[in-house]
């Protein structure tokens, strides 16, 4: 199965400033997902990042709001621009592994904006 | 809406039970469902597949396309069991525009 690593763990933010969330693989895979946990509440899918294309949004995501890059097949960065108390939520990045459907997740980023 | 339908919040066992947690969903298709857990300060895993049927840690689960469901079982719950439990699809694939459960606090007691 894939290790992924992501950078920050946590961090306190400013209302209104960016925070860019980073996702490394340690296998090369072709989907990588960006996940949202708010507290006390389930998973939601913010948006698809594929190697060479633009990222696929979820309903309610926008990528002014979210924009991400994936430069490589290792590696992709979630920004979370503008920030509002609202945006505090655990971010999480997955990979899928090709084939199998098998999805693993990062260690998430837990984020506050005060 | 294409959902997935965890019904109880929290459940609590006594060690050597049997448990079940509850999995629905709605879905015209057939979706690739897993169960996922997190232990205590631990990440998010994958605990096992809708098509794998092998047991996982003394877990089974079993699409069931007639009552929608893909309930999570083990005959005897042990201490470390105790975890987070969600079910959900994979990714992507036909069973990505399904959400994932709002998942089960599964506690095993002495």
């Known amino acids: 199965s894939a290790v992924i690593s992501q950078k920050p763990s946590r961090d306190i933010c400013q209302r209104g400033t960016s925070l860019t969330i980073q996702c490394q693989v340690d296998?090369?895979?072709?989907?990588m997902f960006w996940y949202r946990q708010q507290p006390g509440q389930s998973l939601t899918l913010i948006a698809t990042?594929?190697?060479?294309?633009?990222?696929?949004?979820e309903s309610g995501f926008v990528i002014d709001k979210f924009p991400i890059s994936r430069p490589n097949l290792t590696f992709s960065t979630l920004t979370v621009s503008n920030m509002s108390p609202e945006d505090s939520s655990i971010y999480l990045c997955?990979?899928?592994?090709?084939?199998?459907?098998?999805?693993?997740f990062g260690p998430g980023t837990r984020l506050t904006v005060t | 809406a294409q959902r997935v339908t965890q019904p109880e919040k929290l459940l609590s066992v006594f060690k050597g039970a049997p448990v079940e947690l509850k999995c629905n969903y709605s879905?015209?298709?057939?979706?690739?469902l897993f169960w996922y857990v997190q232990y205590s300060r631990q990440r998010l895993q994958l605990l096992l597949r809708?098509?794998s049927r092998e047991s996982i840690k003394g877990f089974t689960a079993d699409l069931n396309k007639g009552e929608t469901s893909f309930h999570l079982k083990k005959p005897f719950a042990q201490e470390e069991d105790s975890a987070m439990y969600y079910c959900?699809?994979?990714?992507?694939?036909?069973?990505?525009?399904?959400?994932f459960g709002s998942g089960t606090q599964l506690t095993v007691l002495p």
């Open positions: 997955s990979v899928e592994e090709d084939l199998s459907y098998e999805q693993y």
């Open positions: 296998s090369q895979v072709t989907m």
């Open positions: 990042a594929n190697q060479g294309s633009e990222a696929t949004y």
């Open positions: 879905y015209s298709g057939s979706p690739e």
């Open positions: 809708h098509i």
């Open positions: 959900g699809p994979g990714a992507s694939g036909s069973a990505r525009q399904l959400t």
